[in-house]
């Protein structure tokens, strides 16, 4: 989840640094130049150059939806609060004993911001976790994008992408067949809000990323967002919380969820540049869906496939106007 902010900044034209900083793996600097601009490293168009970092991008999208897709199995042991805290609290110690950051020497301003930055975060994964609790993974990534495509149409002030807009709605409209209910509405609204928690943690993850050094800010959040998740988790889960084989596929989730997806989308944005970056994270509800298929084997119908498809090519629609606007 956190993982995919970088892709909807770019698309909505904020900085992509702070935004993808893997934990202790080299300099701010090594983020994604602005849109338009040329990728960092090696370059060259070519393939060689290419191919690298887009299957880093592949594979860090796959990594978070898979980790979805096993957080939604553990759900029965520790429930959709417990998967939370286990998550944020376990991405937060590898953050934290990685990056180690400094608490001194920030202001006021500074402080508030990462306090933002960790309700936003903390509030999208509650959300998000009690969406996917109750409809299939792919509706509920599908729905939870939307949060970003309108912070990338609003961002942009181009009338063009109300285009966009129409198409995503339209999408959102066939997944829903008329009418939620088929999948099951309160599961439809967790998702929905998700999305907008989602554009919140875009806007604070860019801030953040301008105030503090690499990944310290992150780091510092997510604290915070465990910290905050933490009455929920122990109230819903109890002990659940402390039986070692719940706490080690917690631990597989926020490595596959936050830690290695970082990391990895680092190594490629240091090569690849932050439209095409965007594009490609554009393609995470059919991530989704091909995870919660092969995993949870929650099949979609033909219906929700071209659902999924508008939505993708809506969000891709809107990254390649974006780019052409900056380009221009």
Known sequence: MDSQAAGAVAAAGAPVTGAVSAPGVGPA?????????PA?????????TRFGPVALVVAGGLSVQFGSAIAVLLMPRAGALGV??????????????????????????DWGTVVAFGIA????????????DRIPLGAAVTLEVLGPLILSVVASRRL????????????VALLGGGGFDRLDPLGAGFALAAGAMWAAYIVFSARTGRRFPQADGLALAMAFG???????????????????????????????SSVLPYTLELLALRRLPAPTFAVLMSLEPAIAAAAGFLVLHQALSLTDGLAIALVIAASMGAVRTQTAAAVA
């Open 121 to 132: 975060m903390a509030g999208m994964n509650v959300l998000f976790y009690q969406s996917v």
């Open 160 to 171: 063009v992408n109300l285009l966009w807009a129409g198409l995503a709605l339209g999408g």
């Open 29 to 37: 600097s090594g983020a994604a130049p602005a849109p338009g601009g």
């Open 84 to 109: 939370v805290t286990l998550r944020l609290v376990l991405a937060a110690l590898v953050l934290l004993l990685l990056c180690r950051p400094k608490v001194r020497g920030y202001s006021r301003a």
């Open 40 to 48: 960092a490293g090696p370059a060259g168009p070519g393939r060689s």
């Open 226 to 256: 465990a910290v905050l998740s933490l009455p929920f988790g122990i109230a819903e889960a109890g002990d659940a919380l402390l039986v070692p084989t719940t706490i080690a596929l917690g631990l597989g989730i926020a490595l596959l």
